[in-house]
C-alpha cells in the first residue's frame, strides 16, 4: 500500500511500523515522518573499505570487520563481570592479528555475540598487557545477505543516534525502506526559497543518509544546513513583522526630563550611551511598540540608557517598569533610581514578591500614583499599572519567554537588558526579532582589574594579599559555587568555608550572604557592606549582578573551574567599580582542557565582548541560552559557529521574502505559509 505521506503525516501512516515501535520512537521524540526523515547520522563508517586490525593502541578510533573467534566471561572484584570476544580477520592466516572487543556489566552482549558471527566494531584501541583491546566498541553484528545489496554494509554506512530499546540497525533499515524503496510516497515542499536551492529535498535526504561519497555529503550537508537555518529565520522574520504590525502609540517627550537627568549626572555620557538613547528615543516615538535589546559589557553604563528611555516615557505622560530577576536586584536599582529621581520629583514604587509600598525602605507616598516602578516577576501579577507605556526587562535572560510575552500581549514598548554581551551569530538568532543596542564603550575612570589563576596551594598568599589591601581601607569579596556542602560533589561551600575565612582574616568583620536568606537578612547584610560597616564579603552567585560597592577592590572565586566563563566575568564585574586597582583571583584545580581555557581566557581578556565568543565556542548555543530562554534554539544538522555564513545567507533569505510578501499570500509562497505554522505549533509546545 503506497498511501502518500508528508513532513508532518503521524508516524501510523507508515503501515510497517508497528505500534510498538511507533511507541518506542515517540518516546525518543520521534512522532512524525518528518521527524524520522531528520533524525540524522550522528557518522557514517566506511564498510566498503575497512581498518586492519591494529597491533599498537591509537588515539584515533578505527572501524574494523571481523569474525567472532572465542568468547569468555570471568567475574572480577566488586562483582563486575567481564566479558571478551576475540576478533579475527574474516579469512585469517598465519600473519593475521587479533583484538578483543570488552564490556564490562554489559549483560545483553553476552545474549548477541557468540563464537562464528561476524561483526563490525568501532573504537580506540589500547595495549592491555600483550593485547590490544577496545573497551565498549559501537557494534553491529551483520546479518545473511548484508554483503550483498544492503543499507548496513558495502557503503558508507549511516551510524544513528539509538535509544533503548531501537537500534541503529534498525533506523538506517527504517530510512532505508521509506527514503530509497518508498521514496515516491513522500510529498516533501523544499523549505527553501528556489534561489538557495541546489537539488531537489528528496535527493538531499536521501544523500544525507545513503550517501554515495563523503565529497557529496558535504555538499549535501551545506543544503540541509540552510534549510534548518532558513526555517528558523522564517520565524524570526514573522514574528519582527507581527511585532512592526501591532498596534501601538508613540509614548514619548520631548526630552526635558532626559536632559534634566544627564546635567546632574557627576560624569559625561560615552558616545555609546548617547546612541543607544537616540536609538531608543526614536523607537519609542514610533507608531508601533518597541522591541529592543540593550546589551553591553559589565560597567558599560546600561541601567543609565535604561532610565533616560523611562523618564522619555514619563515626559508623555505614561507610566515605566524596571522588572529585575532578585530582589536584591530590584532593590539596588531602586535606591540607584530614587537617589537619581528625587531631584526630578518623580514618583518612585517598589514592588517585589515579598515587600510592596510597606517595605521598610523609604518610598514615596501610597496614595500618589507611580511614574516609574521598580521590581521583580511581581510586576506581571499586581494589578496592571494603567498607563503602562514601557516595560524595561533586566537581565532579561534570567526570564521565561512567557514572562517577557505577559508584558508584549499589553501593547508596550518593551527593553530588554543583559549585561552578557552577546555573540554577533546570536543576535541574529535567538534574538534576530528583537532591534539591538549596543554599549561597547567604558565610561571613563573605572579603576583597572588584574586578574589571576591560581592552584590552591597558593590560597595562603592570596590571603596574606587581601589582608595588605584590607588594612589599606579597602573591601573584599569570596564566592564559591554552592551553598552549602554536597554528598555528591566535592566542591567547597559558602557556608562550611566561612568559619574559615573569620579566622583568616581577622579582626576584619566578614559576613555571609546566600540565597536562601530571608530577604530582610540579605539586605541588612548588604546595606552593612556597602557602608563599610563589614570589609569581606562570603557569598555564592547571589552577587552575580545588581551589587556595586566602588570601595570593593579584590575578588576571590573559590572553585573558579566550575563556573561558566560568562558568570565569572559577571562576578568580576562586582569589583573595578571605583577609582582603585582591582583583583581578581581564580582558585581552581581544572583538570580538563575546557577548564583550563577558562581560566587563560579570564586571564587575557576583561572584554566582555571577547568573552561572550569564547564561552560560546566553548559551551555552544544550547547550554548558552537555555530552552526557557529562546524557546527555539537547537538544530539537528547545522552548528551556529562552523555554519556562520549560512546563517547570515538564511537570515538575507527570510528578510528579503517578507519585504517581497510580508503576508505569505502568493501561491508560491504557501509551503512558507505551513511551515510557519507548524513552527509556531512547536514554540507554543516548548514553552508552554
Given at each position: 500500500?503506497?498511501?502518500?505521506?508528508?513532513?508532518?503525516?503521524?508516524?501510523?501512516?507508515?503501515?510497517?511500523?508497528?505500534?510498538?515501535?511507533?511507541?518506542?520512537?515517540?518516546?525518543?521524540?520521534?512522532?512524525?515522518?518528518?521527524?524520522?526523515?531528520?533524525?540524522?547520522?550522528?557518522?557514517?563508517?566506511?564498510?566498503?573499505?575497512?581498518?586492519?586490525?591494529?597491533?599498537?593502541?591509537?588515539?584515533?578510533?578505527?572501524?574494523?570487520?571481523?569474525q567472532v573467534a572465542k568468547v569468555s566471561q570471568r567475574r572480577l572484584p566488586g562483582r563486575r563481570?567481564?566479558?571478551?570476544?576475540?576478533?579475527?580477520?574474516?579469512?585469517?592466516?598465519?600473519?593475521?592479528?587479533?583484538?578483543?572487543?570488552?564490556?564490562?556489566?554489559?549483560?545483553?552482549v553476552q545474549k548477541m555475540v557468540a563464537v562464528g558471527c561476524r561483526m563490525v566494531v568501532y573504537?580506540?584501541?589500547?595495549?592491555?598487557?600483550?593485547?590490544?583491546?577496545?573497551?565498549?566498541?559501537?557494534?553491529?553484528?551483520?546479518?545473511?545477505?548484508?554483503?550483498?545489496?544492503?543499507?548496513?554494509?558495502?557503503?558508507?554506512?549511516?551510524?544513528?543516534?539509538?535509544?533503548?530499546?531501537?537500534?541503529?540497525?534498525?533506523?538506517?533499515?527504517?530510512?532505508?525502506?521509506?527514503?530509497?524503496?518508498?521514496?515516491?510516497?513522500?510529498?516533501?515542499?523544499?523549505?527553501?526559497?528556489?534561489?538557495?536551492?541546489?537539488?531537489?529535498?528528496?535527493?538531499?535526504?536521501?544523500?544525507?543518509?545513503?550517501?554515495?561519497?563523503?565529497?557529496?555529503?558535504?555538499?549535501?550537508?551545506?543544503?540541509?544546513?540552510?534549510?534548518?537555518?532558513?526555517?528558523?529565520?522564517?520565524?524570526?522574520?514573522?514574528?519582527?513583522?507581527?511585532?512592526?504590525?501591532?498596534?501601538?502609540?508613540?509614548?514619548?517627550?520631548?526630552?526635558?526630563?532626559?536632559?534634566?537627568?544627564?546635567?546632574?549626572?557627576?560624569?559625561?555620557?560615552?558616545?555609546?550611551?548617547?546612541?543607544?538613547?537616540?536609538?531608543?528615543?526614536?523607537?519609542?516615538?514610533?507608531?508601533?511598540?518597541?522591541?529592543?535589546?540593550?546589551?553591553?559589557?559589565?560597567?558599560?553604563?546600561?541601567?543609565?540608557?535604561?532610565?533616560?528611555?523611562?523618564?522619555?516615557?514619563?515626559?508623555?505622560?505614561?507610566?515605566?517598569?524596571?522588572?529585575?530577576?532578585?530582589?536584591?536586584?530590584?532593590?539596588?536599582?531602586?535606591?540607584?533610581?530614587?537617589?537619581?529621581?528625587?531631584?526630578?520629583?518623580?514618583?518612585?514604587?517598589?514592588?517585589?514578591?515579598?515587600?510592596?509600598?510597606?517595605?521598610?525602605?523609604?518610598?514615596?507616598?501610597?496614595?500618589?500614583?507611580?511614574?516609574?516602578?521598580?521590581?521583580?516577576?511581581?510586576?506581571?501579577?499586581?494589578?496592571?499599572?494603567?498607563?503602562?507605556?514601557?516595560?524595561?526587562?533586566?537581565?532579561?535572560?534570567?526570564?521565561?519567554?512567557?514572562?517577557?510575552?505577559?508584558?508584549?500581549?499589553?501593547?508596550?514598548?518593551?527593553?530588554?537588558?543583559?549585561?552578557?554581551?552577546?555573540?554577533?551569530?546570536?543576535?541574529?538568532?535567538?534574538?534576530?526579532?528583537?532591534?539591538?543596542?549596543?554599549?561597547?564603550?567604558?565610561?571613563?575612570?573605572?579603576?583597572?582589574?588584574?586578574?589571576?589563576?591560581?592552584?590552591?596551594?597558593?590560597?595562603?598568599?592570596?590571603?596574606?594579599?587581601?589582608?595588605?589591601?584590607?588594612?589599606?581601607?579597602?573591601?573584599?569579596?569570596?564566592?564559591?559555587?554552592?551553598?552549602?556542602?554536597?554528598?555528591?560533589?566535592?566542591?567547597?561551600?559558602?557556608?562550611?568555608?566561612?568559619?574559615?575565612?573569620?579566622?583568616?582574616?581577622?579582626?576584619?568583620?566578614?559576613?555571609?550572604?546566600?540565597?536562601?536568606?530571608?530577604?530582610?537578612?540579605?539586605?541588612?547584610?548588604?546595606?552593612?557592606?556597602?557602608?563599610?560597616?563589614?570589609?569581606?564579603?562570603?557569598?555564592?552567585?547571589?552577587?552575580?549582578?545588581?551589587?556595586?560597592?566602588?570601595?570593593?577592590?579584590?575578588?576571590?572565586?573559590?572553585?573558579?573551574?566550575?563556573?561558566?566563563?560568562?558568570?565569572?566575568?559577571?562576578?568580576?564585574?562586582?569589583?573595578?567599580?571605583?577609582?582603585?586597582?582591582?583583583?581578581?583571583?581564580?582558585?581552581?584545580?581544572?583538570?580538563?582542557?575546557?577548564?583550563?581555557?577558562?581560566?587563560?581566557?579570564?586571564?587575557?581578556?576583561?572584554?566582555?565582548?571577547?568573552?561572550?565568543?569564547?564561552?560560546?565556542?566553548?559551551?555552544?548555543?544550547?547550554?548558552?541560552?537555555?530552552?526557557?530562554?529562546?524557546?527555539?534554539?537547537?538544530?539537528?544538522?547545522?552548528?551556529?559557529?562552523?555554519?556562520?555564513?549560512?546563517?547570515?545567507?538564511?537570515?538575507?533569505?527570510?528578510?528579503?521574502?517578507?519585504?517581497?510578501?510580508?503576508?505569505?499570500?502568493?501561491?508560491?509562497?504557501?509551503?512558507?505559509?505551513?511551515?510557519?505554522?507548524?513552527?509556531?505549533?512547536?514554540?507554543?509546545?516548548?514553552?508552554?
Amino acid at each position: 500500500m503506497n498511501i502518500p505521506v508528508r513532513f508532518s503525516s503521524p508516524l501510523r501512516s507508515l503501515e510497517w511500523l508497528s505500534p510498538a515501535r511507533v511507541k518506542a520512537l515517540e518516546r525518543f521524540g520521534i512522532t512524525t515522518v518528518g521527524d524520522l526523515l531528520t533524525h540524522f547520522p550522528r557518522r557514517y563508517e566506511n564498510r566498503m573499505r575497512f581498518d586492519t586490525i591494529p597491533r599498537e593502541e591509537s588515539a584515533q578510533p578505527v572501524c574494523v570487520y571481523g569474525q567472532v573467534a572465542k568468547v569468555s566471561q570471568r567475574r572480577l572484584p566488586g562483582r563486575r563481570l567481564m566479558f571478551d570476544a576475540v576478533l579475527q580477520e574474516p579469512q585469517p592466516h598465519a600473519l593475521s592479528s587479533t583484538i578483543v572487543c570488552r564490556w564490562f556489566n554489559a549483560f545483553y552482549v553476552q545474549k548477541m555475540v557468540a563464537v562464528g558471527c561476524r561483526m563490525v566494531v568501532y573504537g580506540k584501541p589500547k595495549r592491555v598487557g600483550r593485547q590490544i583491546v577496545i573497551d565498549h566498541p559501537d557494534f553491529e553484528i551483520l546479518e545473511e545477505g548484508d554483503d550483498r545489496e544492503s543499507p548496513h554494509f558495502n557503503r558508507i554506512t549511516p551510524i544513528y543516534p539509538a535509544t533503548e530499546g531501537i537500534t541503529p540497525r534498525q533506523f538506517r533499515s527504517w530510512l532505508y525502506r521509506l527514503l530509497m524503496m518508498e521514496g515516491e510516497r513522500l510529498i516533501l515542499a523544499h523549505p527553501l526559497p528556489d534561489g538557495l536551492q541546489t537539488m531537489p529535498y528528496l535527493e538531499a535526504l536521501r544523500s544525507i543518509h545513503f550517501p554515495e561519497s563523503y565529497e557529496a555529503l558535504e555538499r549535501v550537508r551545506r543544503e540541509l544546513v540552510l534549510s534548518e537555518f532558513f526555517e528558523m529565520q522564517l520565524f524570526i522574520a514573522a514574528r519582527r513583522a507581527e511585532n512592526t504590525a501591532r498596534a501601538g502609540g508613540a509614548h514619548c517627550g520631548d526630552g526635558r526630563l532626559v536632559r534634566a537627568f544627564h546635567e546632574q549626572l557627576p560624569f559625561p555620557l560615552t558616545q555609546a550611551q548617547r546612541r543607544a538613547v537616540e536609538e531608543i528615543r526614536r523607537d519609542l516615538a514610533a507608531p508601533h511598540p518597541m522591541n529592543r535589546m540593550l546589551h553591553g559589557d559589565v560597567g558599560s553604563g546600561k541601567t543609565v540608557v535604561a532610565l533616560s528611555a523611562m523618564l522619555s516615557v514619563v515626559e508623555a505622560g505614561y507610566q515605566a517598569a524596571l522588572m529585575a530577576p532578585t530582589q536584591i536586584l530590584a532593590e539596588q536599582h531602586y535606591l540607584n533610581f530614587k537617589r537619581w529621581l528625587e531631584p526630578l520629583g518623580i514618583n518612585l514604587a517598589l514592588r517585589t514578591g515579598n515587600r510592596r509600598e510597606e517595605s521598610n525602605l523609604p518610598l514615596f507616598n501610597a496614595s500618589e500614583e507611580p511614574q516609574i516602578v521598580v521590581g521583580t516577576h511581581a510586576l506581571l501579577y499586581d494589578a496592571p499599572l494603567p498607563r503602562l507605556g514601557l516595560a524595561v526587562i533586566d537581565e532579561q535572560h534570567k526570564f521565561g519567554v512567557m514572562q517577557r510575552a505577559a508584558l508584549l500581549r499589553e501593547g508596550t514598548d518593551v527593553l530588554m537588558m543583559t549585561a552578557t554581551p552577546i555573540p554577533r551569530t546570536l543576535t541574529m538568532t535567538v534574538y534576530g526579532d528583537l532591534d539591538v543596542s549596543t554599549l561597547d564603550e567604558m565610561p571613563a575612570g573605572r579603576g583597572k582589574i588584574i586578574t589571576a589563576a591560581r592552584d590552591p596551594s597558593k590560597l595562603p598568599d592570596a590571603i596574606e594579599f587581601m589582608k595588605k589591601h584590607l588594612a589599606a581601607g579597602r573591601q573584599v569579596y569570596v564566592v564559591y559555587p554552592l551553598i552549602e556542602e554536597s554528598s555528591r560533589l566535592e566542591v567547597k561551600a559558602a557556608t562550611a568555608e566561612f568559619e574559615k575565612w573569620q579566622d583568616a582574616l581577622a579582626p576584619y568583620r566578614c559576613e555571609l550572604l546566600h540565597g536562601r536568606m530571608p530577604a530582610a537578612d540579605k539586605e541588612a547584610v548588604m546595606e552593612r557592606f556597602r557602608r563599610n560597616e563589614s570589609q569581606v564579603l562570603v557569598a555564592t552567585t547571589v552577587i552575580e549582578v545588581g551589587i556595586d560597592v566602588p570601595n570593593a577592590n579584590i575578588m576571590l572565586i573559590e572553585e573558579a573551574d566550575r563556573f561558566g566563563l560568562a558568570q565569572l566575568h559577571q562576578l568580576r564585574g562586582r569589583i573595578g567599580r571605583g577609582s582603585h586597582k582591582s583583583y581578581c583571583i581564580l582558585i581552581h584545580s581544572a583538570g580538563t582542557p575546557e577548564g583550563l581555557e577558562k581560566m587563560k581566557t579570564m586571564e587575557a581578556t576583561s572584554n566582555g565582548f571577547e568573552i561572550a565568543e569564547a564561552d560560546f565556542r566553548l559551551r555552544g548555543a544550547g547550554e548558552l541560552l537555555g530552552t526557557a530562554q529562546s524557546g527555539h534554539t537547537s538544530f539537528k544538522l547545522g552548528d551556529l559557529i562552523r555554519d556562520a555564513a549560512l546563517m547570515h545567507l538564511a537570515r538575507q533569505a527570510a528578510i528579503d521574502l517578507f519585504a517581497v510578501d510580508p503576508e505569505l499570500a502568493q501561491p508560491a509562497h504557501r509551503r512558507f505559509r505551513e511551515t510557519l505554522a507548524e513552527q509556531r505549533k512547536l514554540f507554543l509546545a516548548k514553552i508552554s
